[in-house]
């Protein structure tokens, strides 16, 4: 059992060490791939090594092989650290072209659609902490607050989900630095969210629209509704072919008719979900079977 060289002998708790063997990563990395999909080549193996030495430390096992055994049997320990290896990188108005086409093209129809009282339901799978779906937030209420203010008294839901539960926590909390919202035009910025100090919070009208909700795309999805529009961005990247094809599958078969499906910018179109799916944009598909 050869020690992967990133690593070799790591003391981890000052007194101890822990020989973080290939078959100590090639278990953690099937574990994580079983749970989320991602995919954790063996340059990865320092990454992995270093978010997990604290979690050994917390739990007072030996080493590495002894935390693969807990995490094999206690779900809440699994939980976590398959939390502390997936990656979680945002940022607002992220890939501006997407928002230019959602103002553009989805929301005049959305509007329209949500003030002859139907639905309207757009979800942010991977929000990661809540950047980009406040910002679609905003993008919709628009740059006026009377009409933003009709807009948000519809029936009009945003669903923003993610594996991570403190990503979840940190975008309930609705607070940023100031210079975070930088990205976001100013008519929107200055509209729908308030400065305190250093710090931005989102506005209430915008906050009441989102439900946020810890979801793992590789489980059983709990609600059976179709969306007008599914943002999933620079999530499938760390996922092999077979499980990016089965989710684009997925993500096709929940958008209502005529839906958009936006992607993040180096990620691709394949498989069965082509057959429902049209490109319209730069990774942007619309529903047209």
Not at 219 to 240: E, S
Request: glycine letters at 6%; hydrophobic letters at 40%.
């Amino acid at each position: 059992m050869s020690a992967l060289a990133v690593t070799s002998l790591c003391p981890f708790d000052g007194t101890n060490s822990a020989i973080f063997s290939r078959a100590d990563f090639d278990a953690i990395a099937e574990i994580v791939y079983g749970e989320s999909g991602n995919v954790y080549p063996e340059g990865k193996a320092m990454l992995v090594y270093s978010r997990l030495t604290k979690r050994l430390q917390i739990n007072r096992t030996a080493s590495f092989g002894e935390y693969i055994m807990l995490v094999a049997n206690n779900a809440a320990e699994r939980r976590i650290m398959v939390n502390l290896l997936t990656t979680n990188h945002t940022y607002f108005y992220r890939e501006e072209h997407h928002y230019d086409h959602f103002i553009n093209t989805m929301r005049p129809d959305l509007i329209d659609k949500a003030m002859r009282g139907k639905p309207v339901r757009i979800w942010s799978a991977g929000c990661s902490s809540g950047e980009e779906v406040y910002s679609l937030g905003m993008a919709f209420l628009g740059e006026h607050r009377g009409e933003g203010m009709r807009i948000a008294s519809k029936d009009v839901r945003f669903l923003a989900s993610d594996l991570d539960d403190q990503s979840i926590e940190t975008a309930r909390a609705a607070t940023y630095a100031k210079s975070a919202l930088t990205p976001v035009p100013a008519d929107l910025r200055n509209l729908w969210t308030k400065n305190i100090g250093d710090e931005a919070v989102i506005a209430p009208a915008i906050q009441n629209l989102i439900r946020f909700r810890s979801l793992n795309l590789l489980h059983q999805w709990p609600f059976t509704g179709l969306f007008d529009a599914i943002f999933c961005r620079n999530v499938m990247i760390y996922f092999d072919t077979a499980t990016k094809e089965q989710l684009l599958l997925r993500f096709a078969q929940q958008l209502a008719p005529s839906g958009y499906l936006y992607i993040g910018h180096s990620e691709r179109l394949s498989g069965p979900a082509e057959d429902y799916l049209t490109a319209v944009g730069k990774t942007i598909y619309q529903r047209t079977a």
